[in-house]
């Protein structure tokens, strides 16, 4: 029987975006959600950086974080209170975001012309790094770090040498591992990192210019780091990469058309989706790992399904311009929801909710952490906001 295509060939109108942030003058580079979906991080390629309040869509910290490009945006803290951003200036920063600090912080977008100081979070930590490609850093928690204090992170980034990747802890600012470039094989520059840290192991996994990806175990005390997977599954340079721990896998994209799903134990070939679509900048798993999404050069989202021969959802189309990166927020249960809307006026009974008690702001937050939000940055400077499955 041949397969229904009934879905392919409807003629409802195509999806748009339940709402446009505008606020950058440059190329969106980088979107992160945080804080039970209630902020969205995104930085511009004039170094700009700016915090929204997802639910009013309104900025309520602007500053610029770096005198170049921002290669990428993340998160850390137990309430997520500290920003990290990695810029082309060779610098990475950790800013402290508390709740209560943004009142003081300046709102002004970089599209609004002013003459007034804009007053920029407090800058906590700042690492000399190496950033002669566009390869954002990767970050994990420390899982036996000292929970009376701060929580130790790992941050990785390129090294000095083409290939060559470097581990820092925070906040001690040590250094905690070098992995050398890929022996006898000429793979050109890191392109993309992962972390991904277990009560046993860490694992890094790493994209290079040649189309190469591979991943590392941590080795023994003493012992050199050496890859356990080597594959060869892009033409050109990885531009992503991104985990799905629950599947035992990761996938990579790349400037040519190819999508790769490769086992995390190596045990079976990676498998291909050749698409018709160069340049899929941005690949992000969504945190229930039933879908993935790509950033198109041609300005175009695609949400594809994890598992099988990893079949194409959906296609976003808004952007006239290219898409250089995406975001999913969290897929949270009620009781995370609840915990995310800060002063919840609601009384908690498990994971049932009292709405009747809280106040409209209360709500919006509420209905903002269940969203399943996706965030798309472009090269026109705005960030599309969409609801999607």
Same mark, same amino acid.
């Given at each position: 029987m041949?397969?229904?295509?009934?879905?392919?060939?409807?003629?409802?109108p195509?999806?748009q975006?339940?709402?446009?942030?505008?606020?950058?003058?440059?190329q969106?580079?980088?979107?992160?959600?945080?804080?039970?979906?209630?902020?969205?991080?995104?930085?511009?390629?004039?170094?700009?950086?700016?915090?929204?309040?997802?639910?009013?869509?309104?900025?309520?910290?602007?500053?610029?974080?770096?005198?170049?490009?921002?290669?990428?945006?993340?998160?850390?803290?137990?309430?997520?209170?500290?920003?990290?951003?990695?810029?082309?200036?060779?610098?990475?920063?950790?800013?402290?975001?508390?709740?209560?600090?943004? +009142?003081?912080?300046?709102? +002004?977008?970089?599209?609004?012309?002013?003459?007034?100081?804009?007053?920029a979070?407090?800058?906590?930590?700042?690492?000399?790094?190496?950033?002669?490609?566009?390869?954002?850093?990767?970050?994990?928690?420390?899982?036996?770090?000292?929970?009376?204090?701060?929580?130790?992170?790992?941050?990785?980034?390129?090294?000095?040498?083409?290939?060559?990747?470097?581990?820092?802890?925070?906040?001690?600012?040590?250094?905690?591992?070098?992995?050398?470039?890929?022996?006898?094989?000429?793979?050109?520059? @890191?392109?993309?990192?992962?972390?991904?840290?277990?009560?046993?192991?860490?694992?890094?996994?790493?994209?290079?210019?040649?189309?190469?990806?591979?991943?590392f175990?941590?080795?023994?005390?003493?012992?050199?780091?050496?890859?356990s997977?080597?594959?060869?599954?892009?033409? #050109?340079?990885?531009?992503?990469?991104?985990?799905?721990?629950?599947?035992?896998?990761?996938?990579?994209?790349?400037?040519?058309?190819?999508?790769?799903?490769?086992?995390?134990?190596?045990?079976?070939?990676?498998?291909?989706?050749?698409t018709?679509?160069?340049? #899929?900048?941005?690949?992000?798993?969504?945190?229930?790992e039933? +879908?993935?999404?790509?950033?198109?050069?041609?300005g175009?989202?695609?949400?594809?399904?994890?598992?099988?021969?990893?079949?194409?959802?959906?296609?976003?189309?808004?952007?006239?311009?290219?898409?250089?990166?995406?975001?999913?927020?969290?897929?949270?249960?009620e009781?995370? #929801?609840?915990?995310?809307?800060?002063?919840?006026a609601?009384?908690?009974?498990?994971?049932?909710?009292?709405?009747?008690?809280?106040?409209?702001? #209360?709500?919006?937050?509420?209905?903002?952490?269940?969203?399943?939000?996706?965030?798309?940055?472009?090269?026109?400077?705005?960030?599309? @906001?969409?609801?999607?499955?």
């Open positions: 041949a397969p229904d295509t009934s879905l392919q060939t409807s003629t409802l195509p999806a975006p339940k709402y446009v942030l505008r606020g950058h003058t440059a969106v580079h980088a979107v992160r959600f945080l804080r039970c979906n209630s902020r969205l991080l995104t930085g511009d390629a004039d170094g700009w950086v700016i915090l929204w309040d997802v639910p009013i869509k309104r900025p309520v910290a602007v500053w610029r974080a770096h005198a170049q490009t921002i290669l990428g945006v993340g998160v850390w803290g137990e309430v997520e209170e500290k920003v990290i951003t990695h810029g082309r200036d060779n610098k990475l920063h950790v800013w402290q975001i508390r709740p209560e600090d943004e +009142v003081g912080l300046s709102k +002004v977008l970089p599209i609004e012309e002013t003459t007034a100081e804009r007053r979070p407090w800058l906590i930590h700042s690492l000399n790094v190496n950033a002669l490609n566009f390869c954002s850093f990767a970050k994990c928690r420390i899982p036996d770090s000292d929970h009376s204090g701060e929580r130790s992170i790992l941050i990785a980034v390129p090294g000095i040498n083409d290939g060559a990747i470097t581990i820092t802890s925070l906040p001690s600012q040590s250094r905690f591992a070098a992995i050398p470039p890929l022996k006898d094989i000429n793979t050109g520059m @890191l392109m993309a990192l992962r972390l991904h840290q277990t009560s046993t192991s860490l694992t890094v996994l790493a994209g290079y210019e040649s189309g190469h990806v591979a991943f175990r941590q080795p023994s005390s003493g012992q050199p780091w050496k890859p997977y080597v594959a060869k599954t892009h033409a #050109q340079p990885v531009l992503s990469l991104d985990l799905a721990p629950g599947l035992g896998a990761f996938f990579s994209s790349s400037a040519d058309a190819i999508i790769a799903r490769h086992s995390l134990d190596a045990s079976t070939e990676p498998v291909l989706l050749r018709k679509h160069a340049g #899929q900048q941005s690949l992000v798993v969504r945190s229930d039933k +879908v993935f999404a790509t950033a198109g050069w041609d175009r989202v695609r949400v594809y399904g994890t598992k099988g021969g990893m079949t194409e959802l959906a296609v976003l189309k808004w952007h006239k311009e290219g898409c250089y990166a995406v975001a999913f927020a969290d897929i949270l249960d009781v995370e #929801q609840v915990e995310g809307i800060e002063g919840s609601g009384e908690r009974d498990g994971a049932q909710v009292t709405t009747k008690a809280m106040t409209v702001s #209360q709500r919006r937050e509420a209905d903002s952490a269940k969203t399943h939000w996706l965030a798309a940055g472009s090269k026109d400077g705005k960030v599309s @906001l969409w609801d999607i499955y």
